[in-house]
C-alpha cells in the first residue's frame, strides 16, 4: 500500500512540477461549481459558478451564466470573458471556436479573448489544434485563415469527416480523403472501400 502511495505521489509531482519533462498536460478539476487550475504544484481557483469546462494542451476555456471564458495565464488563472449567449464550443491545443445562434466563431486573439464570426448558419463543426472545419448541408469548409477569419470550401457531398493536428480527413461513399492544402481546400483520395476510420485531435 505504502508503494502504490509513493507510486501516485511521483505521478502527481511529475504531472504538476514544471521542471518536470512530464509537463506535457494542462489540469483543471471542478469542485461544487468552482474551477480550479493545477499551476506551480497547487490548485488554483479560477471561478466559482462554471457549468463547464474544456481542456487541452495549454488552453482552458469554460462556460458561466451562458458565458463563454477563456483562461489566458495558466499560472495566475485569469480569464477574460469571450462571448456571451454561446450554445456550444470545442477546444484543442491553441484553438477555440464556439456557437451563437448557429453561427460559427474562433478565437483570434488569445490574450485579449477576441473572437471573429466565420461561418454562418452551420450544420455542425469539429475543432483539432490549428484547424477548424466546418458544414453547412453537406458542404464542408475549413478555416485558411484564423487572424483574418478566412475559410475556403474543401467538397461538396461530405458524409463524415474528423479534424486533427493541423489535419482534416473526410469520406466521400466509401472514399476517404486528406486535405493537402489549408489554403485552397485542395484534397487527395487516400483509400477507396473505406467503412471507418479515426483520428486523434485534442492534443
Same mark, same amino acid.
Given at each position: ?19 518536470? /519533462? ?14 480550479? &487550475? ?12 462554471? @457549468?463547464?469546462?474544456? +481542456? ?25 470573458? +469571450?462571448?456571451? !449567449?454561446? /450554445? ?5 491545443? !491553441? ?11 474562433? &478565437? =483570434?486573439?488569445?490574450?485579449?479573448? @477576441? /473572437? ?15 484547424? +477548424? ?5 453537406? =458542404? ?39 486535405? =493537402? ?10 483509400? @477507396? ?11
Amino acid at each position: 500500500m505504502k508503494t502504490l502511495a509513493r507510486l501516485a505521489l511521483v505521478f502527481f509531482a511529475a504531472c504538476v512540477n514544471p521542471n518536470s /519533462s512530464a509537463l506535457e498536460s494542462t489540469m483543471a478539476f471542478l469542485k461544487s461549481g468552482q474551477l480550479f &487550475i493545477i499551476s506551480t504544484s497547487r490548485a488554483r481557483s479560477v471561478k466559482t459558478n462554471v @457549468t463547464d469546462f474544456q +481542456v487541452a494542451r495549454g488552453t482552458v476555456a469554460f462556460t458561466s451564466a451562458g458565458g463563454l471564458y477563456l483562461v489566458t495565464d495558466l499560472n495566475s488563472g485569469s480569464f477574460v470573458l +469571450v462571448q456571451d !449567449g454561446v /450554445s456550444d464550443y470545442d477546444v484543442a491545443e !491553441g484553438t477555440v471556436a464556439y456557437v451563437r445562434n448557429n453561427d460559427l466563431y474562433v &478565437i =483570434t486573439d488569445y490574450s485579449a479573448g @477576441t /473572437s471573429r464570426a466565420v461561418a454562418f448558419s452551420i450544420s455542425d463543426y469539429k475543432v483539432g489544434p490549428g484547424a +477548424v472545419a466546418y458544414r453547412i448541408s453537406d =458542404t464542408l469548409s475549413l478555416v485558411s485563415n484564423f487572424a483574418k477569419a478566412a475559410t475556403v470550401q474543401v467538397s461538396l457531398d461530405v458524409d463524415d469527416y474528423e479534424v486533427g493536428d493541423r489535419t482534416v480527413v473526410y469520406r466521400k461513399g466509401s472514399s476517404l480523403y486528406l486535405v =493537402t492544402d489549408f489554403n485552397s481546400g485542395a484534397s487527395t483520395l487516400i483509400q @477507396t472501400g473505406v467503412s471507418e476510420y479515426q483520428m486523434s485531435n485534442r492534443q
